[in-house]
């Protein structure tokens, strides 16, 4: 008899451009009234001529306007925000919001140089993101867990910070990284790993969820305890092609090939809606994802 497979979680993917129509509370609520286990608010974007809405801001607003729907941000770059201020941002929104808090986490993409340049925010070497990132991470674990706090890195510093309250459970932290040492670092360090399907196809990506699987085992981890996330775009349309920018075609050829990242070790799928979202999320939900499941029972 065939082994069944863990339930995979699935998550919904909104962005924060600005647009005439946009109402992204009532796209929050939707996802929550139709099951999904997460939302997340795509385009952390600080500088430039396109009119989008701060992620922060819009996180905590959704997270007043829902009640049961886990939240993250896809993703922070960390020149955005110091990691001490963040540390506390993230205690009080995931009080807040008993306990729905994702603190998802990337170094700052190559693409975003002009930002940080135009704001004076920090700019860093690829070896160099990797530091900042872990240093990052041993920041905000500090910060929640013990007083008078000091850390001497090469990137953050804090002299004897302490931030009250401390959170009431551990804020899970992902990474939204594919590099070969961002990967080690997940498998070493992260609660969770968050890739994106067009920047990173499903053959490499199930390679490097195994690397991190080996690395956290060989830190002492446990492995299965780490989440293994995707971001996937799709569109439920009968006829459309899967290409290298979306999976695509009727409700069964998607389900068909979500099942399969799932069997390949992903253990929750953030799905980002193509075409009209209202209408590719109610398709989701009622045709697709009863199919995943049923191919994975």
């Not at 974007?45 to 922060?56: I, K, R």
């Not at 398709?283 to 199919?291: G, N």
């Amino acid at each position: 008899m065939a082994m069944r497979l863990p339930t995979p979680g699935f998550g919904i993917n909104i962005h924060t451009r600005m647009h005439p129509d946009m109402d992204l509370v009532a796209e929050a609520l939707h996802a929550e009234q139709l099951g999904f286990d997460i939302v997340t608010l795509h385009g952390d974007v600080l500088h430039g001529t396109a009119p989008s809405l701060e992620t922060w801001t819009l996180l905590t607003w959704l997270a007043a306007r829902t009640t049961r729907i886990r939240l993250a941000p896809l993703v922070l770059a960390l020149p955005n925000r110091h990691p001490a201020v963040l540390a506390k941002m993230a205690e009080t929104l995931d009080r807040l919001s008993a306990g729905r808090l994702i603190l998802a986490l990337g170094s700052g993409a190559a693409m975003n140089e002009p930002a940080y340049r135009a704001f004076g925010l920090a700019q860093r070497a690829p070896r160099q993101k990797v530091e900042a990132l872990e240093e990052a991470i041993d920041m905000l674990h500090g910060l929640w867990s013990t007083s008078s706090f000091s850390y001497a890195g090469r990137h953050v510093q804090t002299d004897g910070a302490t931030i009250e309250p401390k959170p009431s459970r551990p804020i899970p932290i992902w990474l939204g990284v594919f590099g070969d040492r961002m990967v080690e670092l997940v498998g070493r360090k992260a609660d969770g790993w968050i890739p994106t399907y067009p920047f990173l196809a499903p053959e490499p990506a199930y390679e490097k969820l195994e690397r991190i699987r080996r690395v956290a085992d060989n830190a002492g981890r446990n492995s299965d305890e780490i989440t293994y996330a995707y971001n996937v775009p799709v569109l439920v349309e009968a006829g459309s092609s899967t290409s290298r920018g979306q999976i695509a075609g009727s409700a069964e050829e998607v389900a068909r090939q979500l099942a399969d990242f799932v069997r390949h070790g992903f253990t929750l799928l953030n799905l980002w809606p193509g075409g009209v979202a209202t209408q590719q999320c109610e398709r989701l939900a009622r045709e697709v994802l009863p199919i995943v499941r049923d191919l994975l029972a």
